[in-house]
Nanobody
Framework: QVQVVESGGGLVQTGGSLSLSCSFS????????MGWYRQPPGTQHQRELV????????TYGDFVKGRFTLSRDVRKNAIYLQMNDLKPEDTSVYYC????????WGQGTQVTVSS
């Protein structure tokens, strides 16, 4: 079992920045893959890849286009998503995930970008 706790998010204007944090109850060295997905609230859309890291390799969703940066702190068992140049279409609920045989999801945090 892995506990996943997110923080950050909120409301920002177009072109602004936000930072999301995610902490895990186990060492990140014991997690196969970790990162962020997003899903518009109230929809049944499949969660969209934002950024993940696995084996030292970071993968970003096609829409990111250099605007977001995923980083990790091994001492704190945490990862961070720095989001810059935010656009209204980035409005969504952002979910942190730890993949360790099973997918452990956080509760989600709302990001709203106003035009």
């Amino acid at each position: 079992q892995v506990q996943v706790v997110e923080s950050g998010g909120g409301l920002v204007q177009t072109g602004g920045s936000l930072s999301l944090s995610c902490s895990f109850s186990v060492s990140i060295f014991d997690i196969n893959e970790m990162g962020w997905y997003r899903q518009p609230p109230g929809t049944q859309h499949q969660r969209e890849l934002v950024a993940t890291i696995s084996g030292g390799r970071t993968t970003y969703g096609d829409f990111v286009k250099g605007r977001f940066t995923l980083s990790r702190d091994v001492r704190k068992n945490a990862i961070y998503l720095q989001m810059n140049d935010l656009k209204p279409e980035d409005t969504s609920v952002y979910y942190c995930v730890a993949k360790r045989g099973f997918d452990y999801w956080g509760q989600g945090t709302q990001v709203t970008v106003s035009s």
